[in-house]
């Protein structure tokens, strides 16, 4: 017996060493990896502006409190940003090449690149772009290059904006799953689709408005870059008249018709390096490791703190995809305690999400205000419980493109009564009092329990409406008779007086700055998350199944398919009531 407990303490001893050393290994490589080496670039290069990788607008910093091990991103947008402003004066970059991009980029984050890429060109320096095809996105970004190139078997897909909604009120009749929704705002539409099986006249007028203002901003961008007028633009939509090489040259929509190798020569001819040769290119995401370390100054003593809240408002902590109380809250107060931060910018890029959370950094940003100033900087999205935590900032700053607005709340509870009865199923309660079962989704929704559950629904509404009309100084009756729900681009926001500025981040830095009375300052990027030994692992075993996990449902599915599925998967998600956008938009 001795000799067997001998062996398997052996036994025992030999794994649990093996499980020390390998996640050693794994930790060691991992703090190794994270300091990556910054690129050297060489003289006379140019910029690949690839943004396939590139989706947030901060790619975040994260702090595992169990081994003291802090690891930082820079592949955002506010980094894409910053290394194109650093490129303006680099005498060793000559110009930026937009080649083949397919980027996922929201209108809002791509007008920010198209600006900052039109400084560019000031200095002198080149940008040009070449695809086998322009989608319509893509078209809107790289139309800012001196010179757009296109192969001579492609297309330009111009033809204006839309969007669609599936309505499913005849399929939950036909399963037996349906959905018990209880809302304020006759323009509420994310839960439109469960109530109808076609569009209300409410939510096409909010669209069509909502869709010619998008249109709009764009087409005077692309105007002013093309040189053409908008309704030359809005003709060659109609007309679908970029869609072949030849067309979208007579239209001015591009200026050579080329093949990649023309492209390619023609930037060694910039460059006055022989055809021959290899001409010297650094990707965006590289230089942006480079340009992290020069762009800020930090001699400079005074911060403007540059806090980041994107993706569906949720309670928790958060990350870079979810706006959690945790982390934002955290930055907010570290941020108005530090004596060197003279302001906050607070970009929100959310389409709303958890109502009480939503109060609750509302609360904090409240809180915040009587120590320091608190700009808002809106991105792709700032809607329902987005423009909730953007209200009472001292000023906010959209884009033109901007979807806002969507002040209203709802509630939605699934239910599967008929589907239970369809399959032989019946729930029998008992209970002591006449409300204590709740809500079984199992039964016909209790009509006292809704009446309830509407009263907390227009709680929370008149709530939300207080908060708007205290931040925006109007009366409540005013923010009623233009909530309800209904969304708004940046451009409409501001004439309703929702949005003060029209103007990206830089503006809203810039602005702060005045209002936090320096004019020599440095910015410091908010939130730093927090997470454990547990989310370090996921990143080397949890994640990387996920990834093989969604490209297969990706293949199977279909874009479309598997982004339905997502939304499922979003909707069971969602806890108590909701501040959130009306529906998922796509504009394509």
């Given at each position: 017996m001795k000799f067997l407990g001998n062996v398997l303490a052996t036994v025992i001893g030999l794994f649990v060493f093996w499980m020390i050393f390998f996640f050693?290994?794994?930790?060691?490589?991992?703090?190794?990896?994270?300091?990556?080496?910054?690129?050297?670039?060489?003289?006379?290069?140019?910029?690949?502006?690839?943004?396939?990788?590139?989706?947030?607008?901060?790619?975040?910093?994260?702090?595992y409190k169990d081994f003291n091990y802090f690891e930082a991103d820079h592949d955002g947008v506010t980094d894409i940003l910053n290394a194109i402003e650093a490129a303006k004066n680099d005498d060793k970059i000559k110009g930026i090449s937009i080649l083949n991009n397919q980027s996922q980029l929201g209108l809002a984050q791509m007008k920010s690149v198209r600006d900052k890429l039109e400084e560019f060109k000031k200095t002198g320096k080149f940008v040009y772009?070449?695809?086998?095809?322009?989608?319509?996105?893509?078209?809107?970004?790289?139309?800012?290059?001196?010179?757009?190139?296109?192969?001579?078997?492609?297309?330009?897909?111009?033809?204006?904006?839309?969007?669609?909604?599936?309505?499913?009120?005849?399929?939950?009749?036909?399963s037996g799953v349906k959905f018990e929704v209880i809302r304020h705002g006759k323009y509420k539409s994310a839960v439109e689709p469960f109530l109808a099986q076609e569009m209300s006249p409410e939510n096409r007028e909010q669209m069509t408005v909502l869709l010619n203002s998008v249109w709009s901003s764009i087409v005077a961008d692309i105007a002013k870059s093309r040189k053409v007028t908008v309704a030359q633009l809005d003709a060659i939509a109609n007309t679908l008249g970029a869609r072949t090489p030849e067309l979208a040259l007579a239209n001015k929509m591009i200026d050579k018709i080329a093949y990649e190798d023309e492209y390619h020569?023609?930037?060694?001819?910039?460059?006055?390096?022989?055809?021959?040769?290899?001409?010297?290119?650094?990707?965006?995401?590289?230089?942006?490791?480079?340009?992290?370390?020069?762009v800020d100054d930090y001699s400079k003593d005074d911060i403007i703190a540059v806090i980041y809240a994107q993706g569906e408002i949720m309670s928790g902590e958060g990350d870079v995809n979810i706006i959690g109380e945790g982390s934002i809250k955290r930055s907010l107060e570290e941020a108005r305690n530090d004596d060197d931060v003279k302001a906050i910018v607070l970009r929100v890029d959310s389409p709303g999400g958890n109502a009480l959370t939503s109060e609750l950094i509302w609360r904090e940003i409240e809180i915040t205000k009587k120590v320091k100033p608190v700009v808002v900087s809106m991105g792709n999205y700032a809607a329902s419980g987005g423009y909730y935590i953007a209200a009472n900032a001292?000023?906010?700053?959209?884009?033109?493109?901007?979807?806002?607005?969507?002040?209203?709340?709802?509630?939605?509870?699934?239910?599967?009564?008929?589907?239970?009865?369809?399959?032989?199923?019946?729930?029998?309660?008992?209970?002591?009092?006449?409300?204590?079962?709740?809500?079984?989704?199992?039964?016909?929704?209790?009509?006292?329990?809704?009446?309830?559950?509407?009263?907390?629904?227009?709680?929370?509404?008149?709530?939300?409406?207080?908060?708007?009309?205290?931040?925006?100084?109007?009366?409540?009756?005013?923010?009623?008779?233009?909530?309800?729900?209904?969304?708004?681009?940046?451009?409409d926001a501001k004439k309703l007086g929702l949005v003060d500025e029209i103007g990206g981040l830089e503006a809203a830095i810039k602005y702060a700055a005045k209002l936090g009375k320096t004019t020599s300052y440095r910015t410091e990027n908010f939130p730093e998350y927090e997470k454990n030994f547990e989310d370090f692992l996921s990143n080397f075993t949890g994640i990387a199944a996920l990834k093989t996990k969604e490209q297969l449902l990706k293949e199977q599915l279909g874009e479309e398919g598997f982004q339905m599925l997502e939304q499922i998967k979003r909707l069971k998600s969602r806890k108590g009531i909701q501040a959130m956008m009306p529906y998922e938009l796509n504009i394509r």
């Open positions: 050693g290994i794994i930790i060691i490589g991992a703090i190794a990896g994270g300091n990556e080496d910054i690129v050297t670039i060489e003289e006379n290069s140019v910029i690949e502006l690839d943004l396939s990788k590139v989706t947030l607008d901060y790619a975040g910093k994260t702090s772009a070449y695809a086998n095809n322009y989608s319509q996105g893509e078209y809107y970004l790289n139309s800012v290059a001196n010179k757009v190139y296109l192969n001579p078997v492609g297309e330009v897909d111009f033809k204006g904006l839309s969007a669609e909604i599936l309505y499913l009120k005849e399929l939950q009749e036909k020569n023609a930037i060694r001819n910039l460059l006055k390096v022989d055809k021959k040769e290899k001409y010297n290119s650094v990707s965006i995401t590289d230089y942006a490791k480079t340009a992290a370390l020069t001292n000023r906010i700053f959209a884009e033109p493109n901007t979807i806002t607005g969507s002040i209203g709340v709802f509630g939605m509870l699934p239910n599967m009564n008929q589907l239970g009865k369809n399959i032989g199923i019946n729930a029998e309660q008992v209970k002591t009092h006449a409300n204590a079962s709740g809500y079984s989704i199992f039964e016909p929704i209790d009509e006292n329990y809704k009446s309830y559950a509407l009263e907390s629904i227009e709680k929370t509404y008149a709530t939300f409406l207080k908060r708007v009309a205290d931040g925006r100084k109007m009366t409540t009756a005013q923010v009623d008779a233009m909530a309800q729900g209904r969304v708004w681009t940046g451009m």
